[in-house]
């Protein structure tokens, strides 16, 4: 018996089973019925930026093909969809003027999932800034902000009157560390106070987008989606302990703190080497109360000081014995426990909880019209497990969301990392059902209808 039917009353009768997508890593189209240029497109059309220069140019083809992967949602039995809206493809320049025809498509992809009765759940930034905004500064520039807020307003006008969960963003530590500070994601910066600078800003713009919201209707379920990696000390000593510290600010507090505490870990600056532009009256709005937390979980990290004392950085361990995805990135379902608890017991006025993704890549392999992902079964059955044992300690989740529905453009990885349960074959665009798949279907077939004891 797997933890998830011991403790299936804990779920309630409304827990969101879903599955999750992001525009720029699904749609292609990108020069379609008027789209902007977003910073990705810049990005991945510069040479070295990318595995093999792969673009989201193409991708899934689900702007076209958006009615079939419906289908394909609809037979797996998921209850909601999360998907993110293409900034540029709404407002070519970011800001003023709506595009109808990119607001079109979305009109008819929400369409499409509640006429099967699958509940849309909109991200508004996942990592598509528009490349007009990024000319004036882009994250790294506060109107960015009161531009978002801006759009966000307008997707509400748009489809408030059927999407009634949104995120504002995805993952702000990705969009301040990778994108401003390690370069490896667009707009490709490399400069502590830009990241600093755009993970501000980004809050802020979090939450004049919440504001703006709310203000347009009082019916909608609004939070934001961080990206945490619970960190364990290798032994211990004072100083793993202290990396340990350090890091989990790096990984988790850094936003965290100010959504919940209204203020960045004391440590925060001498860790990045710069400081916040943060107001009182910033914090004050940033550390607005949400609906949900939405939370991204992979994989959790060990740590021990580093080395070299010069440098501040925790040093990460990877056991030989480790179980590790097609990323490397150690399979820790634990983790997800810990994290959970541990958030629950450090802010008490963390809202619900949402999984808005969880998954794995694998080197999935077609044979004979199928996929035998078993390590993908395991990851993702361990990882529902640890959910369940989080329900257990008294943890409000309310909904899982695999990620992803179907294999897609991994960012700096391109093609070559494949997180679906549906393969996709990117010379036809065919796609073929995973034993993940399958497995998913069941799953939830299991949990909605659950066989009453003889
Ligand atoms: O593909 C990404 C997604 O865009 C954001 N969260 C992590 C996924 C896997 O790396």
């Given amino acids: 018996m797997t933890n998830l039917e011991k403790y299936h009353t804990l779920l309630s009768p409304a827990f969101q089973w879903g599955v999750s ?39 899934c083809d689900h702007y076209y093909r958006y009615s079939q992967d419906v289908n394909l949602m609809k037979t797996l039995g998921v209850t909601h969809y999360r998907f993110s809206v293409s900034w540029p493809r ?16 979305y009109d008819r992809l929400v369409d499409t999932l509640l006429e099967n009765r699958i509940t849309p759940v909109v991200t508004l930034y996942h990592w598509d800034l528009p490349w007009a905004l990024q000319e004036k500064g882009g994250w790294q520039n506060r109107d960015t902000a009161d531009a978002f807020a801006d759009y966000a307003a307008l997707m509400v006008s748009f489809l408030g009157d059927r999407v009634k969960q949104w995120i504002t963003h995805n993952e702000p530590w990705c969009t301040a560390y990778l994108g401003h500070l390690s ?43 961080l990206n945490l990696s619970p960190v364990y000390p290798q032994d211990t000593s004072q100083e793993s302990h202290k990396a340990a510290r350090w890091q989990d600010i790096f990984n988790n507090r850094w936003f965290l703190d100010p959504l919940f505490i209204g203020q960045y870990p004391e440590e925060l600056s001498e860790i990045l080497g710069a400081q916040p ?22 994989s959790a990290q060990v740590v021990t000081a580093p080395s070299d004392g010069q440098v501040p950085w925790p040093v990460v361990h990877i056991k030989s014995t480790d179980r590790v995805s097609a990323m490397g990135w150690p399979v820790i379902p634990q983790g997800l426990t810990k994290l959970l608890v541990d958030l629950q017991n450090h802010y008490p006025n963390l809202p619900p909880v949402i999984i808005t993704e969880n998954g ?27 959910l369940a044992n989080a329900l257990a300690q008294g943890v409000n ?8 529905l179907m294999d897609n453009f991994e960012w700096a990885w391109g093609y070559s990392k494949r997180f679906g349960i ?33």
């Fill in 21 to 59: 997508s992001s525009a720029y890593q699904i749609e292609g189209a990108v020069t379609q019925d008027g789209r902007g240029q977003s910073i990705w497109d810049i990005f991945s059309h510069t040479r070295g930026n990318t595995l093999n220069n792969e673009t989201g140019d193409i991708a």
């Fill in 90 to 105: 709404i407002l070519p320049q970011g800001r003023r003027e709506a595009h109808v025809k990119g607001l079109a498509f």
């Fill in 183 to 225: 370069g490896e994601h667009a707009p490709g910066i490399q400069e502590a106070q830009a990241a600093v600078d755009a993970s501000h800003y980004v809050l802020v713009s979090h939450a004049l987008a919440t504001m703006a919201m709310r203000a347009m209707r009082t019916d909608l379920n609004i939070g934001i989606t």
């Fill in 277 to 298: 532009p943060a107001s009182a009256q910033d914090m004050e709005i940033i550390r607005q109360p949400l609906d949900f937390l939405g939370i991204n979980y992979y």
């Fill in 360 to 386: 794995a890549a694998y080197n999935d392999i077609v044979e004979d019209g199928k996929v035998h992902d078993t390590d993908r079964i395991l990851y993702l059955s361990d990882h529902i497990d640890a």
């Fill in 397 to 404: 989740v309310q909904g899982y969301y695999l990620w992803s």
């Fill in 422 to 454: 549906v393969y996709v074959d990117y010379r036809t665009q065919e796609r073929i059902l995973k034993d993940s798949f399958l497995w998913y279907r069941q799953l939830i077939q299991s949990v909605l209808s659950p066989k009453t004891p003889d």
